[in-house]
Protein backbone atom coordinates (compact mmCIF):
# COMPACT_ATOMS: atom_id res chain seq x y z
CA UNK A 1 0.00 0.00 0.00
CA UNK A 2 1.36 3.26 -0.88
CA UNK A 3 0.12 5.53 1.86
CA UNK A 4 2.60 3.43 3.92
CA UNK A 5 5.86 3.85 1.83
CA UNK A 6 7.47 6.61 3.48
CA UNK A 7 10.46 6.33 1.29
CA UNK A 8 8.15 7.69 -1.21
CA UNK A 9 5.89 10.25 0.79
CA UNK A 10 9.52 11.51 2.12
CA UNK A 11 10.72 11.92 -1.70
CA UNK A 12 7.32 14.21 -2.20
CA UNK A 13 8.71 16.70 -0.12
CA UNK A 14 6.80 15.73 3.45
CA UNK A 15 9.93 16.28 5.12
CA UNK A 16 9.07 20.06 6.10
CA UNK A 17 5.97 19.08 7.63
CA UNK A 18 6.00 17.06 11.04
CA UNK A 19 5.15 13.97 9.31
CA UNK A 20 5.97 10.43 10.96
CA UNK A 21 5.84 7.09 9.64
CA UNK A 22 3.84 6.33 12.49
CA UNK A 23 1.45 9.31 12.12
CA UNK A 24 0.89 7.82 8.21
CA UNK A 25 -0.19 4.93 9.28
CA UNK A 26 -2.67 5.71 11.12
CA UNK A 27 -3.46 8.34 8.28
CA UNK A 28 -3.69 5.66 5.68
CA UNK A 29 -6.03 3.39 7.62
CA UNK A 30 -8.05 6.61 7.67
CA UNK A 31 -8.26 7.86 4.67
CA UNK A 32 -9.41 4.58 3.45
CA UNK A 33 -11.93 4.49 5.38
CA UNK A 34 -13.32 7.86 5.19
CA UNK A 35 -11.74 8.65 1.41
CA UNK A 36 -13.28 6.49 -0.88
CA UNK A 37 -16.83 6.49 0.19
CA UNK A 38 -16.61 10.80 0.32
CA UNK A 39 -14.78 10.75 -2.55
CA UNK A 40 -17.58 9.82 -4.63
CA UNK A 41 -19.95 12.24 -3.07
CA UNK A 42 -17.87 15.50 -4.28
CA UNK A 43 -20.22 16.93 -6.30
CA UNK A 44 -22.44 17.36 -3.40
CA UNK A 45 -20.02 20.81 -2.48
CA UNK A 46 -22.68 22.42 -4.91
CA UNK A 47 -26.07 22.49 -4.62
CA UNK A 48 -28.16 20.49 -6.43
CA UNK A 49 -31.22 20.83 -5.67
CA UNK A 50 -30.51 24.74 -7.36
CA UNK A 51 -31.53 25.09 -10.49
CA UNK A 52 -28.97 26.22 -12.71
CA UNK A 53 -29.50 28.71 -15.50
CA UNK A 54 -27.09 28.26 -18.24
CA UNK A 55 -25.54 30.30 -20.79
CA UNK A 56 -25.65 28.70 -24.12
CA UNK A 57 -23.73 31.04 -26.10
CA UNK A 58 -21.02 29.91 -24.24
CA UNK A 59 -21.57 26.06 -23.83
CA UNK A 60 -21.19 25.08 -27.61
CA UNK A 61 -18.74 22.87 -28.12
CA UNK A 62 -15.42 24.18 -29.30
CA UNK A 63 -14.00 23.31 -32.89
CA UNK A 64 -10.66 23.37 -31.70
CA UNK A 65 -9.03 22.32 -28.05
CA UNK A 66 -10.85 20.88 -24.86
CA UNK A 67 -14.04 19.50 -25.34
CA UNK A 68 -16.37 21.76 -23.33
CA UNK A 69 -19.08 19.91 -22.64
CA UNK A 70 -17.58 16.93 -21.47
CA UNK A 71 -16.22 16.85 -18.02
CA UNK A 72 -13.79 15.06 -15.81
CA UNK A 73 -13.90 15.24 -12.05
CA UNK A 74 -11.70 14.57 -9.36
CA UNK A 75 -11.46 14.45 -5.99
CA UNK A 76 -10.29 16.72 -2.95
CA UNK A 77 -6.40 17.72 -3.98
CA UNK A 78 -4.00 17.10 -0.78
CA UNK A 79 -1.38 17.40 1.47
CA UNK A 80 1.72 19.89 0.75
CA UNK A 81 1.50 22.93 -1.65
CA UNK A 82 3.99 21.36 -3.88
CA UNK A 83 2.06 18.09 -4.01
CA UNK A 84 -1.08 20.09 -4.42
CA UNK A 85 0.49 21.58 -7.22
CA UNK A 86 1.44 18.53 -9.36
CA UNK A 87 -2.26 16.87 -8.59
CA UNK A 88 -3.39 19.54 -10.04
CA UNK A 89 -1.38 19.70 -12.58
CA UNK A 90 -1.70 16.00 -13.66
CA UNK A 91 -5.94 16.15 -12.75
CA UNK A 92 -5.43 18.83 -15.81
CA UNK A 93 -2.88 16.36 -18.39
CA UNK A 94 -5.97 13.56 -17.71
CA UNK A 95 -8.31 15.39 -18.39
CA UNK A 96 -6.86 16.85 -21.95
CA UNK A 97 -5.97 13.15 -22.29
CA UNK A 98 -9.39 12.81 -21.90
CA UNK A 99 -10.31 15.52 -24.30
CA UNK A 100 -12.65 16.75 -21.48
CA UNK A 101 -12.49 19.90 -19.85
CA UNK A 102 -11.81 19.36 -15.52
CA UNK A 103 -14.17 20.63 -13.12
CA UNK A 104 -12.57 22.91 -10.91
CA UNK A 105 -10.92 20.97 -8.14
CA UNK A 106 -10.94 21.50 -4.72
CA UNK A 107 -7.77 22.02 -3.14
CA UNK A 108 -6.58 21.61 0.86
CA UNK A 109 -6.42 24.70 2.87
CA UNK A 110 -4.63 22.71 5.53
CA UNK A 111 -2.00 19.99 5.81
CA UNK A 112 -4.17 17.94 8.38
CA UNK A 113 -4.34 14.50 6.80
CA UNK A 114 -6.23 12.34 9.40
CA UNK A 115 -9.70 13.65 9.68
CA UNK A 116 -11.45 14.71 6.48
CA UNK A 117 -13.39 17.84 8.42
CA UNK A 118 -9.98 19.20 8.85
CA UNK A 119 -8.76 18.78 5.69
CA UNK A 120 -10.41 22.03 4.66
CA UNK A 121 -11.44 22.02 1.48
CA UNK A 122 -10.64 25.59 -0.59
CA UNK A 123 -12.07 26.26 -3.94
CA UNK A 124 -9.17 26.42 -6.69
CA UNK A 125 -10.53 29.97 -7.52
CA UNK A 126 -9.79 31.23 -3.80
CA UNK A 127 -6.09 30.67 -4.42
CA UNK A 128 -5.99 30.85 -8.10
CA UNK A 129 -7.44 33.03 -10.74
CA UNK A 130 -9.87 31.06 -12.77
CA UNK A 131 -10.45 33.05 -15.69
CA UNK A 132 -7.03 33.72 -16.16
CA UNK A 133 -6.34 29.96 -16.03
CA UNK A 134 -8.40 29.08 -18.50
CA UNK A 135 -7.86 32.41 -21.17
CA UNK A 136 -3.84 31.17 -20.67
CA UNK A 137 -4.54 27.55 -21.17
CA UNK A 138 -7.16 28.01 -24.23
CA UNK A 139 -6.93 25.26 -26.36
CA UNK A 140 -4.28 23.30 -23.61
CA UNK A 141 -6.88 22.30 -20.90
CA UNK A 142 -9.78 24.05 -19.24
CA UNK A 143 -11.25 24.24 -16.03
CA UNK A 144 -14.93 24.16 -16.13
CA UNK A 145 -17.93 25.33 -12.66
CA UNK A 146 -20.21 22.55 -11.66
CA UNK A 147 -22.82 25.35 -12.96
CA UNK A 148 -22.01 24.47 -16.74
CA UNK A 149 -23.14 20.61 -16.38
CA UNK A 150 -26.42 19.69 -18.18
CA UNK A 151 -27.27 16.14 -16.52
CA UNK A 152 -25.31 15.80 -13.19
CA UNK A 153 -26.18 12.38 -12.81
CA UNK A 154 -24.92 11.55 -16.16
CA UNK A 155 -21.94 9.82 -14.74
CA UNK A 156 -19.50 7.33 -15.54
CA UNK A 157 -17.06 6.07 -12.82
CA UNK A 158 -13.16 5.35 -13.66
CA UNK A 159 -12.10 4.03 -9.94
CA UNK A 160 -8.01 4.46 -9.91
CA UNK A 161 -5.90 1.28 -8.19
CA UNK A 162 -3.40 1.90 -5.82
CA UNK A 163 -0.62 0.08 -4.32
CA UNK A 164 2.26 -1.68 -5.71
CA UNK A 165 0.27 -3.56 -7.84
CA UNK A 166 -1.15 -0.85 -9.64
CA UNK A 167 2.01 0.33 -11.76
CA UNK A 168 2.23 3.20 -14.00
CA UNK A 169 1.09 1.17 -17.50
CA UNK A 170 -2.06 0.16 -15.85
CA UNK A 171 -2.88 3.40 -14.94
CA UNK A 172 -2.17 4.89 -18.53
CA UNK A 173 -3.92 1.74 -20.30
CA UNK A 174 -7.17 2.41 -18.00
CA UNK A 175 -7.46 6.02 -19.42
CA UNK A 176 -6.58 5.09 -22.68
CA UNK A 177 -9.59 3.10 -22.64
CA UNK A 178 -11.86 5.51 -20.98
CA UNK A 179 -10.18 7.53 -24.06
CA UNK A 180 -12.21 5.49 -26.36
CA UNK A 181 -15.94 5.94 -27.98
CA UNK A 182 -17.70 3.74 -25.28
CA UNK A 183 -17.04 5.94 -22.70
CA UNK A 184 -17.58 9.72 -24.89
CA UNK A 185 -21.55 9.44 -24.37
CA UNK A 186 -21.10 10.17 -20.57
CA UNK A 187 -21.00 13.52 -19.28
CA UNK A 188 -18.90 13.17 -16.71
CA UNK A 189 -16.13 10.61 -15.98
CA UNK A 190 -15.58 10.92 -12.08
CA UNK A 191 -12.22 9.75 -10.99
CA UNK A 192 -12.85 7.76 -7.05
CA UNK A 193 -9.91 6.50 -5.32
CA UNK A 194 -7.49 7.40 -3.13
CA UNK A 195 -5.18 10.24 -3.69
CA UNK A 196 -5.29 9.39 -7.45
CA UNK A 197 -2.23 12.00 -8.57
CA UNK A 198 0.16 11.30 -6.13
CA UNK A 199 1.55 8.52 -7.89
CA UNK A 200 1.80 7.77 -11.96
CA UNK A 201 3.24 10.26 -14.21
CA UNK A 202 2.57 9.99 -17.78
CA UNK A 203 3.55 13.41 -19.29
CA UNK A 204 6.99 15.69 -20.06
CA UNK A 205 7.83 17.98 -18.15
CA UNK A 206 6.92 20.33 -20.43
CA UNK A 207 3.11 19.87 -20.26
CA UNK A 208 3.76 20.47 -16.37
CA UNK A 209 5.40 23.42 -17.07
CA UNK A 210 2.09 25.10 -18.89
CA UNK A 211 -0.29 23.96 -16.54
CA UNK A 212 1.91 25.92 -13.81
CA UNK A 213 2.38 29.19 -16.22
CA UNK A 214 -1.80 29.14 -16.44
CA UNK A 215 -1.57 29.63 -12.80
CA UNK A 216 -1.84 32.85 -11.20
CA UNK A 217 -2.52 33.69 -7.51
CA UNK A 218 -5.78 36.00 -7.16
CA UNK A 219 -5.44 39.52 -6.55
CA UNK A 220 -5.91 38.88 -2.25
CA UNK A 221 -3.23 36.51 -1.97
CA UNK A 222 -0.82 37.81 -4.45
CA UNK A 223 -1.23 41.77 -2.86
CA UNK A 224 0.00 40.09 0.03
CA UNK A 225 3.02 38.42 -1.53
CA UNK A 226 3.67 41.82 -2.99
CA UNK A 227 3.50 43.20 0.37
CA UNK A 228 6.47 41.25 1.56
CA UNK A 229 8.19 41.79 -1.24
CA UNK A 230 8.44 45.77 -1.11
CA UNK A 231 9.28 45.06 2.57
CA UNK A 232 12.59 43.18 1.19
CA UNK A 233 13.08 45.39 -1.01
CA UNK A 234 12.94 48.81 1.71
CA UNK A 235 15.01 46.88 3.42
CA UNK A 236 17.47 46.68 0.90
CA UNK A 237 17.49 50.47 -0.30
CA UNK A 238 18.26 51.29 3.45
CA UNK A 239 21.53 49.15 2.99
CA UNK A 240 22.29 50.56 0.04
CA UNK A 241 21.59 54.06 0.38
CA UNK A 242 19.76 53.52 -2.85
CA UNK A 243 16.65 54.85 -5.26
CA UNK A 244 13.91 52.17 -7.03
CA UNK A 245 14.34 49.29 -7.17
CA UNK A 246 16.80 46.94 -5.57
CA UNK A 247 17.89 43.38 -5.93
CA UNK A 248 16.88 40.42 -3.40
CA UNK A 249 17.96 37.09 -2.97
CA UNK A 250 15.96 34.18 -1.61
CA UNK A 251 17.22 31.12 -0.05
CA UNK A 252 15.26 28.21 0.74
CA UNK A 253 16.89 27.18 3.85
CA UNK A 254 16.39 23.28 4.53
CA UNK A 255 18.02 22.78 7.68
CA UNK A 256 14.69 21.38 9.89
CA UNK A 257 16.08 18.42 12.14
CA UNK A 258 13.49 16.19 9.89
CA UNK A 259 14.54 16.74 6.95
CA UNK A 260 18.12 16.12 7.82
CA UNK A 261 17.54 12.87 8.88
CA UNK A 262 15.72 12.36 5.70
CA UNK A 263 18.94 13.63 3.64
CA UNK A 264 21.09 11.53 4.97
CA UNK A 265 19.40 8.56 4.77
CA UNK A 266 19.28 9.27 0.66
CA UNK A 267 22.54 9.90 0.56
CA UNK A 268 23.22 7.13 2.06
CA UNK A 269 20.78 4.75 0.13
CA UNK A 270 21.34 6.98 -3.49
CA UNK A 271 25.20 6.78 -3.14
CA UNK A 272 25.24 10.67 -3.81
CA UNK A 273 26.87 12.76 -0.99
CA UNK A 274 25.81 16.00 -2.34
CA UNK A 275 22.19 16.24 -1.17
CA UNK A 276 22.50 17.47 2.62
CA UNK A 277 23.83 21.01 3.10
CA UNK A 278 24.69 22.75 6.33
CA UNK A 279 23.32 25.42 7.15
CA UNK A 280 27.31 26.86 7.47
CA UNK A 281 27.70 25.51 4.10
CA UNK A 282 24.48 27.47 2.72
CA UNK A 283 25.51 30.03 4.20
CA UNK A 284 29.25 29.48 2.31
CA UNK A 285 28.40 29.22 -0.98
CA UNK A 286 25.71 31.62 -1.29
CA UNK A 287 28.17 33.90 -0.10
CA UNK A 288 30.35 33.38 -3.14
CA UNK A 289 27.79 33.47 -5.95
CA UNK A 290 29.66 35.28 -8.61
CA UNK A 291 29.07 38.46 -9.47
CA UNK A 292 26.51 38.89 -6.78
CA UNK A 293 26.65 43.10 -6.06
CA UNK A 294 27.06 43.24 -1.49
CA UNK A 295 25.14 44.99 0.29
CA UNK A 296 22.27 42.90 -0.90
CA UNK A 297 19.43 41.74 1.30
CA UNK A 298 18.55 37.57 1.57
CA UNK A 299 14.97 36.50 2.27
CA UNK A 300 15.51 33.20 4.45
CA UNK A 301 12.86 30.83 3.35
CA UNK A 302 13.05 28.66 6.04
CA UNK A 303 9.81 26.51 7.70
CA UNK A 304 8.33 28.74 10.72
CA UNK A 305 9.81 25.90 13.69
CA UNK A 306 13.44 27.45 12.46
CA UNK A 307 12.07 31.02 13.44
CA UNK A 308 12.52 30.77 17.09
CA UNK A 309 17.01 29.73 15.74
CA UNK A 310 18.53 32.68 15.99
CA UNK A 311 21.15 31.08 14.88
CA UNK A 312 19.92 31.42 10.83
CA UNK A 313 20.50 35.11 11.27
CA UNK A 314 24.53 34.66 12.28
CA UNK A 315 27.15 33.60 10.52
CA UNK A 316 26.89 35.20 6.70
CA UNK A 317 29.12 36.67 4.92
CA UNK A 318 29.58 39.92 5.18
CA UNK A 319 27.33 42.11 2.64
CA UNK A 320 24.74 39.69 3.18
CA UNK A 321 21.97 40.79 5.11
CA UNK A 322 19.89 38.10 6.01
CA UNK A 323 15.50 38.68 6.89
CA UNK A 324 13.21 36.07 7.75
CA UNK A 325 9.32 36.28 8.35
CA UNK A 326 10.46 37.65 11.76
CA UNK A 327 13.13 40.25 11.42
CA UNK A 328 10.58 41.35 8.48
CA UNK A 329 8.06 42.07 10.39
CA UNK A 330 5.68 40.48 7.80
CA UNK A 331 4.33 37.20 10.39
CA UNK A 332 1.34 39.11 10.98
CA UNK A 333 0.84 39.42 7.10
CA UNK A 334 1.63 34.89 7.03
CA UNK A 335 -0.74 34.19 10.32
CA UNK A 336 -3.85 35.32 8.88
CA UNK A 337 -4.17 32.83 6.47
CA UNK A 338 -4.07 28.99 6.33
CA UNK A 339 -0.92 26.65 5.62
CA UNK A 340 -1.73 26.70 1.34
CA UNK A 341 -2.31 30.18 1.49
CA UNK A 342 0.97 30.96 3.68
CA UNK A 343 3.20 28.29 1.17
CA UNK A 344 1.91 30.25 -1.19
CA UNK A 345 2.99 33.68 -0.66
CA UNK A 346 6.48 32.37 0.62
CA UNK A 347 6.43 30.21 -2.76
CA UNK A 348 5.84 33.75 -4.81
CA UNK A 349 8.52 35.16 -2.75
CA UNK A 350 10.97 32.87 -4.12
CA UNK A 351 9.76 32.86 -7.59
CA UNK A 352 10.35 36.81 -7.92
CA UNK A 353 13.57 37.27 -6.59
CA UNK A 354 16.08 38.23 -8.64
CA UNK A 355 18.16 35.58 -7.57
CA UNK A 356 16.99 32.05 -6.05
CA UNK A 357 18.94 30.00 -4.33
CA UNK A 358 17.61 26.21 -3.16
CA UNK A 359 18.40 22.64 -2.71
CA UNK A 360 17.99 20.13 -5.70
CA UNK A 361 16.28 17.65 -3.90
CA UNK A 362 13.24 19.68 -2.51
CA UNK A 363 10.17 19.54 -4.04
CA UNK A 364 9.53 22.99 -3.45
CA UNK A 365 12.85 24.77 -4.78
CA UNK A 366 12.66 22.24 -7.49
CA UNK A 367 9.16 23.27 -9.00
CA UNK A 368 10.33 27.36 -8.28
CA UNK A 369 13.16 26.49 -10.64
CA UNK A 370 10.82 25.16 -13.25
CA UNK A 371 8.41 28.00 -13.10
CA UNK A 372 11.98 30.41 -13.02
CA UNK A 373 13.42 28.45 -16.27
CA UNK A 374 10.30 28.66 -17.92
CA UNK A 375 9.65 32.25 -17.51
CA UNK A 376 13.26 32.43 -18.71
CA UNK A 377 12.29 30.30 -22.09
CA UNK A 378 8.98 32.94 -22.14
CA UNK A 379 11.42 35.52 -23.02
CA UNK A 380 13.64 33.76 -25.45
CA UNK A 381 16.69 32.87 -23.11
CA UNK A 382 17.72 29.35 -24.02
CA UNK A 383 20.09 28.44 -20.97
CA UNK A 384 20.13 30.04 -18.37
CA UNK A 385 23.60 28.71 -17.34
CA UNK A 386 25.36 32.18 -18.31
CA UNK A 387 26.07 34.10 -15.80
CA UNK A 388 24.22 37.16 -16.91
CA UNK A 389 20.59 36.03 -17.27
CA UNK A 390 17.58 36.91 -15.22
CA UNK A 391 16.18 35.11 -12.57
CA UNK A 392 18.57 32.84 -12.23
CA UNK A 393 18.98 29.99 -10.07
CA UNK A 394 21.65 27.81 -7.97
CA UNK A 395 21.53 24.85 -6.27
CA UNK A 396 23.45 25.10 -3.03
CA UNK A 397 23.90 21.63 -2.14
CA UNK A 398 26.03 21.15 -5.07
CA UNK A 399 29.76 22.69 -5.26
CA UNK A 400 29.60 24.81 -8.53
CA UNK A 401 32.23 27.91 -9.56
CA UNK A 402 34.84 29.91 -7.31
CA UNK A 403 33.06 27.54 -4.06
CA UNK A 404 29.44 28.81 -4.75
CA UNK A 405 26.70 26.86 -5.23
CA UNK A 406 25.98 25.05 -8.74
CA UNK A 407 23.36 27.07 -11.23
CA UNK A 408 20.85 25.52 -11.95
CA UNK A 409 18.28 25.27 -14.69
CA UNK A 410 15.17 22.97 -15.02
CA UNK A 411 15.75 20.38 -17.53
CA UNK A 412 12.31 21.33 -20.64
CA UNK A 413 13.40 17.96 -22.33
CA UNK A 414 12.61 15.59 -20.01
CA UNK A 415 9.94 12.94 -20.49
CA UNK A 416 8.16 13.15 -16.53
CA UNK A 417 8.49 14.84 -13.40
CA UNK A 418 10.85 12.40 -11.50
CA UNK A 419 13.85 14.73 -11.88
CA UNK A 420 10.97 17.34 -10.17
CA UNK A 421 9.08 15.40 -7.86
CA UNK A 422 12.19 13.02 -5.90
CA UNK A 423 15.21 15.24 -6.70
CA UNK A 424 18.19 15.13 -8.45
CA UNK A 425 22.09 16.60 -8.92
CA UNK A 426 21.81 16.45 -12.78
CA UNK A 427 21.22 20.28 -12.34
CA UNK A 428 22.16 21.23 -16.44
CA UNK A 429 24.42 24.10 -15.82
C1 LIG B 1 -23.28 34.65 -22.49
O1 LIG B 1 -21.92 34.62 -22.89
C2 LIG B 1 -21.59 35.52 -23.91
C3 LIG B 1 -20.16 35.26 -24.36
O2 LIG B 1 -19.28 35.26 -23.28
C4 LIG B 1 -21.81 36.94 -23.42
O3 LIG B 1 -21.54 37.88 -24.44
C5 LIG B 1 -23.27 37.09 -22.97
O4 LIG B 1 -23.48 38.36 -22.41
C6 LIG B 1 -23.66 36.00 -21.97
N1 LIG B 1 -25.08 36.06 -21.69
C7 LIG B 1 -25.59 35.96 -20.48
C8 LIG B 1 -27.07 35.97 -20.38
O5 LIG B 1 -24.87 35.84 -19.48
C1 LIG C 1 -10.96 17.26 -28.70
O1 LIG C 1 -12.11 17.05 -29.43
C2 LIG C 1 -12.38 18.06 -30.40
C3 LIG C 1 -13.78 17.82 -30.97
O2 LIG C 1 -13.95 16.48 -31.25
C4 LIG C 1 -11.28 18.04 -31.44
O3 LIG C 1 -11.50 19.02 -32.42
C5 LIG C 1 -9.95 18.33 -30.72
O4 LIG C 1 -8.88 18.27 -31.62
C6 LIG C 1 -9.73 17.37 -29.57
N1 LIG C 1 -8.63 17.85 -28.79
C7 LIG C 1 -7.63 17.08 -28.39
C8 LIG C 1 -6.60 17.73 -27.56
O5 LIG C 1 -7.58 15.89 -28.68
C1 LIG D 1 -29.33 12.39 -17.24
O1 LIG D 1 -28.48 11.27 -17.39
C2 LIG D 1 -29.05 10.06 -16.94
C3 LIG D 1 -27.97 8.99 -17.01
O2 LIG D 1 -27.38 8.97 -18.30
C4 LIG D 1 -30.28 9.74 -17.79
O3 LIG D 1 -30.87 8.53 -17.32
C5 LIG D 1 -31.27 10.87 -17.68
O4 LIG D 1 -32.35 10.66 -18.56
C6 LIG D 1 -30.58 12.19 -18.04
N1 LIG D 1 -31.49 13.29 -17.77
C7 LIG D 1 -31.75 14.21 -18.68
C8 LIG D 1 -32.69 15.28 -18.24
O5 LIG D 1 -31.25 14.21 -19.79
C1 LIG E 1 29.38 4.76 -4.21
O1 LIG E 1 30.12 5.70 -4.97
C2 LIG E 1 31.54 5.58 -4.85
C3 LIG E 1 32.21 6.72 -5.57
O2 LIG E 1 31.41 7.28 -6.56
C4 LIG E 1 31.94 4.21 -5.42
O3 LIG E 1 33.35 4.03 -5.30
C5 LIG E 1 31.21 3.11 -4.65
O4 LIG E 1 31.49 1.85 -5.19
C6 LIG E 1 29.71 3.36 -4.67
N1 LIG E 1 29.05 2.41 -3.78
C7 LIG E 1 27.96 1.74 -4.12
C8 LIG E 1 27.41 0.82 -3.11
O5 LIG E 1 27.45 1.87 -5.23
C1 LIG F 1 18.06 16.94 -20.90
O1 LIG F 1 17.34 15.74 -20.95
C2 LIG F 1 17.48 15.07 -22.17
C3 LIG F 1 16.49 13.90 -22.18
O2 LIG F 1 16.49 13.22 -20.95
C4 LIG F 1 18.93 14.62 -22.32
O3 LIG F 1 19.10 13.92 -23.53
C5 LIG F 1 19.81 15.86 -22.30
O4 LIG F 1 21.17 15.47 -22.34
C6 LIG F 1 19.54 16.69 -21.06
N1 LIG F 1 20.25 17.96 -21.18
C7 LIG F 1 21.02 18.45 -20.22
C8 LIG F 1 21.66 19.77 -20.50
O5 LIG F 1 21.22 17.86 -19.16
Not at 96 to 123: C, G, H, V, W
Not at 288 to 306: E, F, M, N, Q, R
Not at 315 to 329: D, H, T, Y
Not at 364 to 381: A, D, N, P, Y
Request: hydrophobic share 40%; aromatic share 10%.
Amino acid sequence: MDLLNCKHLRFFGWNSVTCRCVVLLVIALGLRAVLIPKSSGLAGIEHDNVMMIHNHSLSSNSKFGIRKLKFLEVPQIVWGLNNQKIAFARACLTARMLNRTLLMPSLSASLFYKELDLLQPISFDKIFQFKRFNSHCEGFVQLGRYSDLSNRTDVIELRKGSGRKWTVERDLDQLRQFSTDLYDGYEIIRIVGKNPFLWHDHWPIKDYAKVFECLALVEEISKEADRVISKIRERGRELNFALGIVRYVAVHLRIEKDWMIHCKKLEQRSNISEICSSKEEIMERVGHIVGLKTPTVVYIAVADSLLEDNSILNGWKEGFVPFEKKKLGVVGIYKKYPYLIQSAIDYEVCLRADIFVGNSFSTFSSLIVLERTQKMITEGVTSSCALDVRWPSYAYNILGESNGPRKWMTNMSSSNLRAISYGTNDVSC
